[in-house]
Structure formats: C-alpha cells, structure tokens
C-alpha cells in the first residue's frame, strides 16, 4: 500500500510539474496584409459572382503576385476552400440554390519569402464576410 501511494504521488507531482501557462501569439512576425475592399456579390441564375479590390500596397517582403482564399459556407456546413492565384478579382461559384443560406470568406494570402525555418512562409490578411 505505501509503495501505491509512493508511486501514485510521484505520477501526480510530475503530472502538476508538466503544467505550463504558455502565452498565445496574437499574430505573425512582419507586417500585416491589408483586407480585401469593395467586397460585392451578384446572384444571376445557378451562379454567384464574387468581385472584390486588393489592396493597394503590399508589404515589400510578400511575392507578388499574391492569392485569394476563399472560405464556402451553405447552411452552416463548410463547403470548402478554394485558393485562387494571380492576384484575382472575381469568383464565380455554382451551383447555386436560393432556398439554401450561404457564406463567403474572403481573404488575401501572400508567400513571404524567408529561409528561416521558424518562420511561416505565408501569410493571411483579416476575411470579410458575404453571407446572403
């Protein structure tokens, strides 16, 4: 019994020990991407026409030309991700169903060039939202 109670303190000591308060990183070394404007949307038959402005500067470390993620949402399920290059403008998706809810998350994606290894190579700019 002494050695069960020897071994199970031990186990909680070490199991108290192990805990840490670890600080959250708020955000990515390096300077922000600025959001996507003039985000609008046109709905014509099976079809939805995203249009959106990039930014206008951009940091001088991101390669140009940069990405747009685009996050799909219906009725609250996630429909996916598409991740479109060459600095686009405009994204159509289909099919299209009026009686369904959807969401759109729009974000600008750079690659920062880096070659240190704990540093993220990509970079995210803060979504906009379209939901109808």
Not at 61 to 71: E, G, M, N, Q, S
Not at 74 to 96: K, L, Q
Not at 112 to 129: A, C, E, F, H, Q
Request: some cysteine.
């Amino acid at each position: 019994m002494k050695k069960f109670l020897f071994y199970t303190s031990i186990l909680c000591l070490l199991f108290c020990a192990s805990c840490r308060d670890e600080e959250i990183i708020l955000s990515k070394p390096g300077e922000p991407i600025t959001p996507l404007t003039n985000v609008k949307y046109s709905i014509s038959e099976d079809k939805v026409t995203l249009t959106w402005d990039l930014p206008a500067t951009l940091p001088e470390d991101i390669v140009k030309p940069i990405a747009v993620l685009i996050k799909v949402s219906v009725d609250g399920r996630n429909e996916g991700t598409h991740v479109i290059t060459d600095a686009p403008v405009s994204f159509t998706y289909s099919p299209y169903d009026p009686s369904k809810q959807y969401r759109f998350t729009i974000k600008a994606q750079g690659d920062v060039n880096t070659t240190d290894p704990y540093r993220s190579k990509l970079r995210i700019s803060p979504g906009n939202t379209v939901a109808f």
